[in-house]
């Protein structure tokens, strides 16, 4: 299975064009860099996406349509695509906003005034509005994907990435897929069709954390905060203030109740600012630039401030923008803060080595995988839940601690997918085979072809049993067999040759058929008897279809001719 992990690339050329310095973020798709557009002598950032996500061929085919959308957005409230590309590996060329993310700012920690957050929330929708007019919706609206520039003006990054990786078939890093749930619809949680409303909730739980320091419907386990998401609509905590009304109809459970698109959410967010006070500007977060002047050489790696999509706590100092007469401190104090940053570092693990095991990335293997990779680096692993799941039977799906994390223990908690959850068949008996087959078709079956028979009491084409039987708990997609009533059986045409009319037709009218009538002369067959019918007698004929019956007038009679005063000659040629 590919790794996710992300290669230090600090001095690569990408196409050509794109010099890579320092590493400003790593994060569940990638890491970005501080890159230098050689062509056109401009900072840029480079997001540079998980090497194993080139092997993917449903990745790169979505990711290719994703970015060139991304590329077509223009607004003063989202993130500019330059350019993108693939070089063994796939990265995308953004501008370079230098202010940080409202994450690195949350990490700090600094939290947003109401007024603030009134002001950023409604840029934020402005922004989805723009692009949801397009048909585009962002599906990861999080405080790693909010980025400032120097004035405090907020971009929103990463459209379409969240679909591009939703069809890869590479498995995040463990961990990563938490920091995106933690801002998921009820719709995410269930696995429904989004629409714009979907990014509408993220953006009003992204309200509460900027403004209360914490994501609504905390819970112990990923699981346990989607269950409660999808079974409560959000209530805001006092803090927010007047911007409690609009972040509250925001984050009803049920999509109708919301806002029915971002510009009146905006529109919502717009009068809560006009009614506060101005906002003060924002303390930025900022990002250390570390261009390294040897960028070929290996070096350790120094902390850098996590501005894109990320969602770990990465604790810096806060760098406050520098006087214009005082710009040549600027060297010395980004220097200063690196060496005591890395002082920091040597202490701390001085103290941690010998004691800590990093833990490795378990999530996407089979239990006995994980329990290999889990003894590798010294730990065990311990199976502590079986869950319903998308994903195949005996896939671990979640494990405590993240990957990529340290831990002083000595197990790892894993949470493995029994397989989906099965799913009940439908009631369809007594519908006609079209709409059945919908019905199953609809609810994820596989159909086998109907198999007709003959049955007395149900109408032809009306279905009158499914194999298996309604209610019975299936796995999806199984095979299901809609047996389908060909109506009556055929009936053989009873006896009734010789006997009278009306015994033929009380016999052929009690076996089902209709009857018509037709006479013929007869010289063997008496008057008024039967003397055949169609179908012959003994034969069968579909039910309800119609029998003719001919009856017998006797022979032919004739008039005799009067041939007195005739010859004997001509009388006989007369007679």
Known sequence: MARSMVSDLAGRVLAGRYLLHSAIGTGASGRVYVAEDTRLRRRVAVKVLHAALAEDRAFLRRFRAEAQVAASLHHPHIVTVHDWGEDEVPFMVLELLEGGSLRSMLD??????VPQAARMGRDVAAA???????????????????LFDEHGIVRVADFGLARALAEASWTEPAGAVFGTARYSSPEQAMGVQLDARSDLYSLALVLVEAVAGKV???????????TARTQRSLAAPDALGPLAPVVERAGRVDANERYPDAATMRAALADVGDALPPPPPLVLAGMFDGTDPHPTRTQAPTATAQLFDQDAAVAMAEIAPAPKGNRRLVPYVVGAVLLVTVALAAVALAQVRGTSIEVPGLVGLTVAEAEAAADAAGLDAEVVATVDAPDAEGTVIAQSPPGGEFTRGDSVDLTVSAGPAPVAIPSVVGQPLADAE???????FTLAPAREEFRD?????????VEPGEGTEVPPESIVTLVVSKGRAPVPVPQVVGSTFDVANAALTGAGFTVTRSDEFSDTVPAGAVIETNPPVGNE????????????????????????????????DLL
């Open 128 to 146: 989805l509005e723009y692009a949801h007019a397009r048909g585009i919706l962002h599906r990861d609206v999080k405080p790693a994907n909010l």
């Open 457 to 465: 009491d149900v109408a032809a084409g009306i279905v009158f049993a």
């Open 108 to 113: 700090q920690p600094t939290l947003l005034t």
């Open 216 to 226: 609504p419907f905390s819970a112990d386990t990923t699981i346990g905060m989607l």
């Open 438 to 444: 919908a019905a199953l078709r609809a609810a994820g």
């Open 541 to 572: 004929a579909p039910y309800g279809s119609a029998v003719a019956v001919v009856v017998s007038r006797g022979p032919d009679l004739v008039t005799v001719p009067d041939v007195r005063g005739n010859t004997l000659g001509t009388a006989i």
